[in-house]
């Protein structure tokens, strides 16, 4: 079978790979003269960027880290220094506890909103037949108004760029979700734990797969690279596709008859492509990636003493800052900056701020040091200062989200397209990577 892969980004990449692994006959094409679509690295005064992703969690047997481990890419565990995380409520920064002991002490939460937070096991589920809710739903029903504000809505921003009212609990945050069937967060984590133990004990599970936080040495580009490096001469870069038509023996990939088409772009681009399949392209509609902007900022680590230890921090909606979150990326990756530097990664726009990316670069930078500056307290001249922005940012998954997926993908599937990329069914790079087999599975249903 030759399927052509329409779209170069991490997406259209692990699809591919996946695909030649399965036997199959793939093709990447994609518009830019680059692969990795929003991933990618890039060096600036000696500070090394992120382009978007720049991290994923270890753990999932067929996530990043396993394909890594596959393509030969070395990787690095974020710092033991980074495992403290900060948010800004109500104009001042609060540590996120991470033990019950932290809980206690904590002033993210008032006395009565940590009794709330630890009413969660005793609360009913709610069961499956009531449908998909919001993350502030969920949140707020299971864990109390407060924590639903001080702790759920930074960490929804956190992944999605969105309010946390915005974002479905089953498609955006899938664990929870489960985790709820089984009984409530701490009920659900229990059995988890309980089952983990026991599949060890009998020796049906290995001991040994590794959490944490984990990317590639140097950064999330590599990656890219070892993928295009695989795929070789399959990838095809500097070439737009134009149009997508349907044909009784496959699909016509601009006048080209292929057998199958995997369509890995942002499902905005996507809807001009498959014009000719009508049903398609409104159901493609629907979907959208919010614009976002990363400002990297860099400083004399005497500058900046209260970044000297911790992921970053998360900032709550309503506040002055505009900011959405500022990660340490010199803490978590400590190559980021040169000696006695630190680098500042603050991301802005996404749905809860789409205007953010109405401001040029000056105007963006000249906001992210004001924020800085209110929020970690940090003045004087920044050591370096840049903008990467994109216009298809972060993709969004509201309430009733599964539901539009399953009707794009039926309509695609019926003209032999698979669906694939960030805007179906987990947008991290770790769901991209376990995305790739659900492809290989549609393709070869095929026959
Ligand atoms: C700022 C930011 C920070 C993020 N941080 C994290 C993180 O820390 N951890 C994490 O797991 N995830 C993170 N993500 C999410 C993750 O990076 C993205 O969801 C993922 O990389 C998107 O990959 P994709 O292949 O679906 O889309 P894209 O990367 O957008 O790739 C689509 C590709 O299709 C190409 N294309 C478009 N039209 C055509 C055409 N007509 N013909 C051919 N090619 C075409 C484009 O040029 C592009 O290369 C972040 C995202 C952003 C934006």
Sequence with gaps: ???????????????????????????????????????????????????????????????????????????????????????YLDGKLRALPRNPLELARSDLLTWRGKLELLREPLRRTRGHDNGDESMHAFAARRLGAEAARAIVAPFVTGVFAADAHDISLEAGFPRLAALEAQGGLV???????????????????????????????????????????????????????????????????????????????????????????PDLTSRLAVFERAPTALVYLGYPAAAAPRAANGFGALVAAGEEARVLGIVFESVVWPDRAPAGQVLLRCIFGGARDRDALALDDAGLIAQATRDVAAVLGITGATAHASVIRWTRGVAQYPVGHRDRVRAAVTAARTHRIVLAGADYRGPGINDLCADADIVVDEVRAWG
């Design 187 to 277: 009920r659900g984590l229990a059995r988890q734990v309980a089952r983990t133990a026991f599949a060890r004990v009998v020796g049906k599970r290995s001991s040994t797969t590794p959490r944490g936080l984990w990317a590639p040495r140097g950064g999330l580009g590599s990656l890219v690279d070892a993928l295009a490096r695989d795929l070789g001469t399959r990838v095809k870069l500097a070439m737009p596709i134009r149009k997508l038509a349907p044909d009784p023996r496959g699909v016509r990939v601009d006048d080209e008859l292929w057998d199958g088409v995997v369509l890995a772009v942002p499902a905005q681009d996507a809807g001009a492509l498959v014009v000719d399949i």
């Design 1 to 87: 079978m030759r399927i052509a892969v329409v779209g170069g980004g991490i997406g259209g990449l692990t699809a591919a790979h996946a695909l030649v692994a399965a036997g199959i006959d793939a093709h990447v094409f994609e518009a830019l003269p680059r692969a990795g679509g929003v991933v990618g690295t890039s060096t600036a005064d000696g500070f090394v960027r992120e382009h978007a992703a720049s991290s994923f969690l270890g753990g999932p047997p067929r996530g990043a880290l396993a394909l890594c481990k596959q393509l030969g890419v070395a990787v690095e565990q974020a710092s033991p220094r980074a495992s403290r995380r900060w948010i």
